[in-house]
């Protein structure tokens, strides 16, 4: 009964078996004093780099829709669901800005990114993304964790529902908010260390005793030389006043080196390479170039087959599905250079494994006539009608 009531008040139940971040922080069970909120989380540039660098490299690619058919893949441009892919997910939204925003919001938060795709006699009409905070998505209980979702209150079919979350249920903003948090306190005690100057470049020592007037004239004359960001001025100052330069300590090289630590650990908890966070210290031409092929393979990659199989799930009618899926295009993430492409292009066409046009669309250019014919160009018996010329010419 008392569920019941709760669910026409509108008031959403939580479960002590799998509680979530909030209830956590209820019971005083966050990790630890050093966990921070997401607004701070992403102040911090490290996360708002790798949450970036994988939201973005996802809504770069382009989506389009396969079918399989007599054991092939081949595009179904004629779709409804590519004829909306081509267009834009709803009135008001871009396809850059709709995947970017689903891949981020399932970063940050442990419900995921949600779309409601609507539809019109089964046909897509419009993908429409929601907030977090404008949606609940509730699991049975029996273990099979069947979710049943709500939007603004009011409950809307699984099979419409496009859900995209990490994985153990958990954003890994939230599984990493200790590193994040350290990051954070690192950073706030550098931006006081320094503040105003506050970290000394040297200490002026007196060998005589003084009194506090002449002490108050000699912090004025060094102020005037050296205070408020001024620097490279002479200061006269009376009492035999020696002036001794601090150097960098141990301690202060140390907590630089933690801070580059963080910046690794926050690269580990979202599985990007440090390189591309910027953090370059170990980075070399030869290895930058396989912590590229590594973040394409274990960080984006995951990302992008969940995306897919979210989508899939929601675009498609349950008859569908074995036929058609939503795929994003690769190609333009493991394009190489031209003079690589190239070779590799004249390689397979020269073994006849593509022909001329197929090679040329992997150009981006249209077909050519008498493109169509699997030859090798470089032996003349096997040129395209090669063997008709040498038939004509016996």
């Not at 000394?200 to 002490?215: D, I, M, N, W, Y």
């Not at 004025?220 to 330069?245: C, D, F, M, N, R």
């Not at 599905?321 to 493991?334: H, I, K, N, P």
Request: hydrophobic share 40%; net charge negative; aromatic share 8%.
């Amino acid at each position: 009964m008392f569920a019941t009531v709760k669910s026409w008040l509108g008031m959403e139940g939580k479960s002590l078996a799998a509680p979530d971040a909030q209830l956590m922080e209820l019971f005083g069970a966050a990790p630890s004093g050093l966990a921070v909120g997401t607004a701070q989380a992403l102040s911090v540039p490290a996360v708002q780099s790798a949450i970036r660098l994988i939201a973005e490299a996802t809504a770069c690619l382009d989506l389009k829709v396969m079918r399989r058919l007599n054991g092939a893949d081949v595009e179904a441009n004629e779709h409804p669901v590519a004829k909306r892919l081509a267009e834009q997910p709803n009135d008001w939204s871009d396809w850059f800005g709709f995947l970017r925003d689903m891949v981020a919001a399932a970063q940050v938060s442990d419900k995921g990114a949600l779309a409601l795709a609507n539809k019109v006699d089964g046909r897509l009409v419009e993908l429409v993304r929601y907030e977090p905070a404008n949606f609940t998505v509730d699991y049975s209980g029996d273990g099979r964790l069947e979710p049943s979702y709500r939007i603004n209150n009011v409950p809307v079919p699984a099979d419409d529902v496009v859900h995209l979350r990490a994985p153990f249920s958990r954003c890994p903003l939230s599984l990493a908010a200790d590193a994040i948090g350290t990051a954070k306190v690192m950073e706030s005690h550098a931006g006081r260390l320094f503040k105003d100057g506050a970290r000394p470049s040297g200490v002026l020592s007196l060998k005589e005793r003084t009194t506090p007037e002449a002490l108050k004239r000699i912090r004025e004359a060094w102020q005037l030389a050296h205070g408020g960001g001024k620097s490279g001025g002479t200061a006269i100052v009376e009492g035999g006043a020696e002036y001794s330069q601090l150097t960098l300590a141990s301690t202060d090289a140390q907590f630089l080196e933690l801070r580059t630590f963080q910046i690794v650990e926050i690269a580990r908890a979202f599985r990007v390479p440090p390189s591309m966070l910027y953090e370059l210290d170990r980075a070399t031409w030869s290895n930058s170039e396989q912590m590229g092929k590594e973040f394409l393979t274990y960080s984006l990659e995951p990302w992008l087959r969940a995306f897919e199989g979210a989508l899939r799930r929601a675009l498609f009618a349950p008859e569908e599905r074995a036929e058609y899926r939503v795929v994003f295009d690769r190609d333009d993430l493991t394009r190489a250079s031209l003079t690589e492409r190239a070779t590799a292009i004249s390689s397979l066409i020269a073994s006849r494994v593509l022909n001329p046009n197929e090679g040329r669309d992997w150009l981006d250019l249209p077909p050519r006539a008498g493109g169509e014919e699997y030859a090798n160009p470089n032996t003349g018996s096997s040129q395209p009608g090669g063997g008709s010329h040498a038939e004509d010419a016996a």
